[in-house]
C-alpha cells in the first residue's frame, strides 16, 4: 500500500464500505529503511485517506488503520 492507491474498508469493519484514494502516512516509531519508494507497512500503521464520500462526523477526509484497508487499484 502507498499514496496514492485507491483503497477500500475491509468487509466487517464498518456498517458500509469506504473507498478513497491514500493521502499519507502516519507510523509512530517506525523507522524508514525502505528505499524503494514504497512505504513500509506493519499492523500499527495509519492512512491518511479522503474518501468518495463524507462522512457527518469526520468529513472526507480522515484516519484509518492501514490493516482495516484493501488495496482496489495501485497507483503509479
Do not use: H
Amino acid at each position: 500500500m502507498k499514496v496514492g492507491d485507491l483503497v477500500q474498508t475491509i468487509k466487517g469493519w464498518s456498517y458500509k464500505t469506504w473507498t478513497g484514494v491514500v493521502l499519507e502516512f502516519d507510523s509512530p516509531g517506525l523507522t524508514r529503511l525502505d528505499t524503494s519508494g514504497a512505504e513500509p507497512i506493519t499492523k500499527e500503521d495509519w492512512a491518511l485517506v479522503c474518501w468518495t464520500e463524507a462522512s457527518q462526523i469526520d468529513g472526507q477526509v480522515f484516519w484509518q488503520p492501514v490493516n482495516k484497508l484493501e488495496v482496489i487499484s495501485a497507483g503509479r
